[in-house]
């Protein structure tokens, strides 16, 4: 099956498709990737989304405004990752949506929301679109995340010791997956998401996030701003657990900040980045990782990646291409596998990993052009998957 996945994480700044053939093998999930492409949001759209996004307020109007405008960048790209990696022969779009707000108290989620309405997607391609994929792991009393944690353990399953892979978007969050033990799953804190904050914030908006970890080279880190940083309850709650920009954001860092308003911006980047790499480190160590697959836009960020190597030790840290999956890439071709199971009326969730009482089929299905025929089901899931060169 020839599916495009479609995904915009956390930080906002732009939609990635990935498309892949898809079939089974037995119990192997084969997939064949075709190629991705990525357009940034257009100005307007990720400026009327930081001005929504928690702890801002906003209006129906406006969450009706952005609901369109993320539906039809997300259908734009759909077209053109359609048209340019599947000759026109897409049979399935899977979408994420944006994530806007994820509804956590008390150790538990609640709600999750996801804008970009399919129906813009579905209009554009003529191709059924599966969608709001996170909602029913929610209602089985899961988390809703790390919704990949199925790919990941699939995709890591019969790899000696205690492989980890490691996600680094605004949030970062692990799977692990032991040979033979119950896999785990969570949020391990902000990525990216405290970083770009400082930069936006003490560049005025000129500059979204630290490129090339330029800024944060300039600068040293502060231990006694990382200590405080580091008291933060989230980090010494048990998993299965979640995190967004609902708590990582702006004022939260401005908070942190009261008594270090003369440190220079360079050793604020510099701390923030550190405390991303030993909240990381930190939670792989826990997890006895023998080692750790990294993806994620936090990957292009050198001085995240070295701080994080110190912070591992000897735990091998590699990246998601070494296996077939571009880091940037990576959770775009994880959708498309959910997307697939879905429409074979296969769970996509795993328990242990997102907290809830059973797994579940993920999404709901927007018919397409010629209407909506599913194929087969299959009675048996597969138990891995295998990335195979076109």
Known sequence: MRIVGLMSGTSYDAVDAAAADLWLEGGTLVLTPLGTVSAPYPGELREALAGALPPATTSMREVCRLDTGVGRA???LAVRADEELCGGRAELVVSHGQTVYHWSEGGAVHGTLQ???PAWIAEATGRPVVSGLRTRDVAAGGQGA???????VLWLRGRPGVPVALNLGGIANITVAPDGAPPAAFDTGPANALIDAAVRHFTGGRYGF???GALAARGRVDGELLRRLLADPYYALDPPKTTGKELFHLPYLRDALAGFEALPPEDVVATLTRLT??????AVRRAGATEVVASGG??????LMAGLRAELGGVPLRDSGEFGLPPGAKEAYAFAVLGFLTVHGLAGTVPACTGARHASVLGSLTPG??????PEPVAEPPVRLRVQAS
Request: proline share 6%.
């Open 210 to 212: 630290d490129e090339g």
């Open 277 to 282: 790499a030993r909240t990381v480190a930190d």
């Open 369 to 374: 052009r010629n209407g909506l025929r599913l």
């Open 115 to 117: 804008l970009g309405e």
């Open 298 to 303: 936090g990957t292009r960020n050198p001085v």
């Open 74 to 76: 997300f259908a734009r």
């Open 146 to 152: 790390p919704l990949v944690s199925m790919v990941d």
